[in-house]
């Protein structure tokens, strides 16, 4: 069936995008470019790229691995060093690709960072993972970006000008020692311009799910339609043409009454559209997927998709205000908003993209998205009186996703949909 | 022509089925813990369903005598009871060959004979008694499956050998019962209905030459009316019994549930998730229900429903099934007593043992050192069984909590202790106005819930 897979044209331009970009890092010894590490959530890429260097996101070498059965050898290797089970399996398979020759997903191997920027928005564990990779990379420089928590749901022009002032201090600084370079803000500015771009076209994007049938699956698909922006390409012209290459033929689906491309072709009959809270599971993704457009059922909006930068709310960066739009860019982020901000937003989703139910897909290794989550759950279940469902699996470690287990709970959760679509008392 | 409507639930240890009628009336039920496979599981469960659906139109159709002559309702009970013994029986036969089987395959022609008088000794006195059982005792009425009651007898037997030939008897046995169990026996409802009548009279005319002593039995009110009336109520009876035994009970739509529901034959429609099944067998026999909990073989489940009877959410336990029924039914092989044992054991208890696992296999290692330290077997029982419902009292938290009227299904609903614990932490965590519903047909609320399903959709199409 592998060879049959259905691909949009957007994804194979994707895909050599993403090609390219390893191959810069395979050669990056050769041509002199400098190496950063940064995380998906808060990635200040316009700021790297700025400085002339190239980013890695081990987040993303992770999913890649667990996509290429191959994280369940590296966690097993990271459990060996000392890492327990309960680590998130994102660092175990990030440190078990390290130990073992840190060979990216691509075949070709990843060079060793020459900066890790620990941009850390909503997750306790970037923190740790940025220690152990210190440890492995001892002469890497460090960078710490701090970003505040939404505590009281807004962004203050305090927390604002904490970041600037950390950008200035900390991260530029040493962005400039690693290249070599001078900080130079006409360059940060001209990759604002395209992220500025980029972000109305994927909102523009993400959008057309209000149309019956959704024309895509802004889940499983939009977890491809967010690679670019968030793995290397936020503030790249290739960026801009990629997601308007993207907007075409998804508003071409529109026009035509489509539904979305599924990896078994056109998903012919839309019977249930879902809001998604939490990460996919990457190591049975095509099974996942299965299970949902095999039922008919379409995911219409999802958290995950907005891991990178949530701009439903109304964020847009600013380019003539580079270094606070950086840091309004890391504050917005949905991992950073506070639980009352998420249900606000999954909320809106689910009434703007006329949601039938919710569905949570806990993962076991990750507090960051797991904590809150049956309080979200309960409480779009009390506003909105939507029909709710809860699974649970992993993001990386293939003996946490159990397929009879999901299914059985899908099969109740998708009749349950039905059920209140259609039962009356007889 | 009326018609009825079958539920059928292959779980994870039983296979239950309902029978419903127009109204959604239960009418018949059926249980097996047969692990053959679930279409024969379908079948024995279906069967009995329909047997017992006889009995049910026999009592409807007679209503009104039974209203004015209590003997009657008795006679129709022994009836039943005779019939259920005559069920038995055919598979106890069936039980002899195969142990008879067993014994000529797996020893050596030398020890066979010892053995098969050993065998021939056994059945020669387990026979009766649980002819007395059924005829004079409450056995039919105590929903025992085959296995269960012939183990607790065949068990008593042998502890009267020689230790010697434990290890023998046990393994003949073992080696005999599941095929036994797992057979589909058909029977001939009339002529075996039509045979009970006749045992029934045998038993009455005796009743004269008998005491209370002889037969352990009590000569109640019915009974003594029965004693120098049986044959005017047989002569009454006959005809209307015959009527039902001819009957055509039409199935005029299924719905299957439960874990095995993808295996069987029935068209997609026809199958249904066990959450939407249970929750709508709750709420039809309390339609108060808001909240229900579903201790079952291998899952627990949390379910809110709404008004209708529609399930708003649910939360199932996952990746563990320590605090279902195959926990409780791990335990009483630890402890060697019998599934029915444990609930009544663990009321006794004085004293809580705080159990800390939350693993069924460590547990068990738990109990043991428990017991070495000198804890008594009814407190480790109760602090297991508190334990169980700790766990589905998470669960309910998960689901949003307990809203009134919470109801109580599920084949672990029947165990006293546990109802014991539901009850004191449900109102402990939400409040004493909680209206705690439970019923004796709560383990076929899920094929409840699937007859139900099956007559509206027969309805709505």
């Known amino acids: 069936m592998a060879n049959e897979v259905a691909k949009e044209k957007s994804m194979i331009i994707q895909k050599e995008m993403i090609a390219g970009l390893f191959k810069d890092l395979s050669t990056a010894k050769e041509t002199g470019k400098k190496i950063v590490y940064t995380f998906v959530p808060g990635n200040i890429s316009e700021l790297i790229l700025s400085f002339g260097m190239l980013p890695v996101y081990p987040e993303i070498n992770a999913l890649q691995s667990g996509m290429r059965k191959k994280s369940g050898d590296y966690i097993r290797d990271a459990e060996k060093v000392g890492h327990s089970e309960d680590v998130c399996t994102y660092v175990k398979c990030d440190v078990g690709m390290m130990i073992n020759g840190n060979i990216g997903p691509m075949g070709e191997k990843i060079p060793e960072p020459d900066l890790l920027l620990l941009s850390y928005t909503g997750c306790f564990t970037f923190m740790k993972w940025f220690e152990t990779l210190k440890r492995l990379y001892p002469n890497a420089e460090v960078a710490l970006l701090h970003t505040p928590y939404q505590e009281a749901q807004k962004v203050t022009p305090e927390m604002t000008a904490y970041m600037v002032k950390q950008l200035k201090e900390e991260v530029i600084p040493k962005m400039e020692k690693v290249s070599g370079n001078k900080y130079d803000e006409e360059k940060l500015k001209y990759h604002l311009r395209n992220s500025s771009k980029v972000e109305d076209l994927i909102i523009k994007i993400f959008d057309t799910t209000k149309n019956v049938p959704s024309p895509i699956d802004a889940y499983f698909a939009g977890v491809y339609y967010i690679g670019p922006i968030n793995n290397g390409f936020r503030g790249s012209e290739e960026a801009i043409n990629y997601y308007q290459e993207l907007y075409n033929e998804i508003l071409e689906r529109v026009k035509m009454g489509l539904g979305p491309i599924t990896p078994e072709g056109e998903m012919e009959k839309e019977r249930f559209r879902l809001v998604v809270e939490g990460p996919p599971n990457w190591t049975h993704f095509r099974e996942f997927w299965k299970l949902f457009y095999d039922m008919g059922a379409v995911i219409v909006a999802s958290s995950y998709t907005k891991v990178g930068g949530a701009y439903d709310l109304g964020f847009r960066v600013d380019p003539e205000k580079p270094l606070e739009s950086l840091a309004e860019y890391c504050m917005n982020c949905y991992t950073n908003l506070n639980l009352e901000q998420r249900v606000e937003l999954l909320g809106k989703c689910i009434v703007d993209y006329k949601a039938d139910g919710f569905l949570v897909n806990s993962i076991k290794s990750c507090n960051s998205f797991s904590a809150g989550q049956l309080m979200i759950m309960q409480q779009l279940e009390k506003q909105l009186e939507i029909p709710v469902g809860f699974i649970e699996s992993d993001l990386v470690d293939p003996r946490y996703f159990s397929y009879s287990n999901i299914k059985n709970r899908l099969e109740s959760f998708f009749q349950m949909l039905d059920q209140r679509k259609h039962y009356m008392k007889v | ?461």
């Open chain 2, 1 to 461: 022509m009326k018609k009825y409507f079958l539920g059928i639930d292959l779980g994870s240890t039983t296979s239950k089925a309902i029978i419903v009628d127009e109204n959604d009336k239960i009418i018949g039920r059926g249980i097996t813990n047969t692990r053959a496979n679930y279409t024969v599981a379908t079948e024995i469960a279906r069967l009995e369903a329909i047997y017992n659906a006889r009995f049910s139109l026999l009592k409807m159709k007679l209503q009104d005598e039974i209203d004015s002559n209590p003997e009657y309702k008795k006679y129709i009970e022994d009836v039943e009871s005779v019939f259920q013994y005559l069920q038995f029986k055919k598979r106890l036969d069936r039980l002899q060959i195969q142990f008879n089987d067993t014994i000529d395959k797996t020893f050596k022609e030398d020890d066979r004979a010892l053995i098969h008088s050993q065998i021939k000794e056994i059945l020669g006195d387990i026979g009766p008694t649980i002819r007395e059982q059924f005829l004079y005792g409450n056995l039919g009425s105590k929903n025992q499956f085959f296995r269960d009651i012939v183990s607790e007898y065949f068990n008593k037997q042998v502890a009267l050998f020689d230790k010697k030939y434990f290890e023998t008897l046990m393994l003949v046995y073992d080696k005999s019962i599941t095929s036994v169990e797992n057979e589909l026996t058909e029977y001939n409802f009339k002529e075996l209905v039509l045979q009970s009548l006749e045992i029934l009279n045998d038993k009455y005319k005796d009743l004269d030459n008998t005491t209370a002593e002889a037969h352990n039995i009590e000569f109640d009110t019915e009974l003594n009316i029965l004693k120098g009336n049986y044959q005017k109520v047989y002569d009454s009876l006959k005809d209307h019994i015959i009527f039902v035994s001819n009957m055509d009970i039409h199935i005029a739509n299924m719905v299957g549930t439960g874990y095995g529901r993808a295996l069987l034959p029935f068209p997609e429609q026809c199958i249904k998730s066990e959450i939407l099944c249970h929750a709508f067998g709750a709420h039809a026999v309390f339609p108060n229900t808001k909240t229900v909990l579903d201790i079952g073989g291998q899952d627990t489940k949390a379910i809110q429903v709404d008004s209708y009877g529609l399930v708003t959410s649910f939360h199932m336990n996952d990746r563990c099934a320590a605090g279902c029924g195959r926990y409780l039914g791990y335990i009483a092989d630890e402890f060697s007593i019998s599934l029915n044992e444990l609930g009544p054991l663990a009321i006794e208890a004085k004293n809580e043992v705080n159990i800390c696992s939350t693993c069924t296999v460590f547990a068990a290692a738990e109990i043991r050192e428990l017991l070495n330290v000198g804890q008594k077997r009814s407190d480790i029982l109760a602090g297991l069984h508190r334990a169980i419902v700790m766990r589905a009292m998470s669960l309910l938290a998960r689901s949003g909590g307990v809203r009134n009227e919470f109801t109580f299904t599920g084949g672990v609903a029947r165990n006293q202790a546990v109802l014991k614990y539901v009850t004191e932490l449900v109102r402990k965590n939400y409040g004493d106005d909680i209206t705690i519903n439970i019923h004796t047909d709560s383990i076929f609320m899920g094929a409840l819930g699937g007859a139900m399903f099956a007559r509206r959709d027969y309805m709505n199409n």
